[in-house]
């Protein structure tokens, strides 16, 4: 099976940055893609960024030119550079990957993982 494990969040003050890190692990697998969403109290769950295999970048128009999605394919990890953090950010922030059974798949499966909080206080 995949599992999904993000790590770095916290509690920083406005303006300060934090580094987001997901690592995929489990089976032999093909990532097509992967994202990081955010869902605070009471609100819907939202995009963030995600990137393709093929180093491709989509930004939510509320995070661009403040956040940075990267991706280092020889450890299956995808990261999320927060710059200028407000408290608005303030989510709990998930991971997702587009997991395709064979690198010849045209279909892929989204997996998340279980979430860290990100908390940006004025």
């Known amino acids: 099976q995949v599992q999904l494990v993000e790590s770095g969040g916290g509690l920083v003050q406005a303006g300060r940055s934090l580094r987001l890190s997901c690592a995929a692990s489990?089976?032999?697998?093909?990532?097509?893609?992967m994202g990081w969403s955010r869902q605070a109290p009471g609100k819907q769950r939202e995009l963030v960024a995600s990137?393709?295999?093929?180093?491709?970048?989509n930004y939510a128009d509320s995070v661009k030119g403040r956040f940075t999605i990267s991706r280092d394919t020889a450890k299956n990890t995808v990261y999320l550079q927060m710059n200028s953090l407000k408290p608005e950010d303030t989510a709990v922030y998930y991971c997702n990957a587009d997991i395709a059974p064979s690198i010849l798949a045209v279909t892929s499966q989204r997996y998340w993982g279980q979430g860290t909080q990100v908390t940006v206080s004025s």
């Open positions: 990137i393709t295999s093929g180093g491709s970048t």
């Open positions: 489990g089976r032999l697998f093909s990532i097509k893609a």
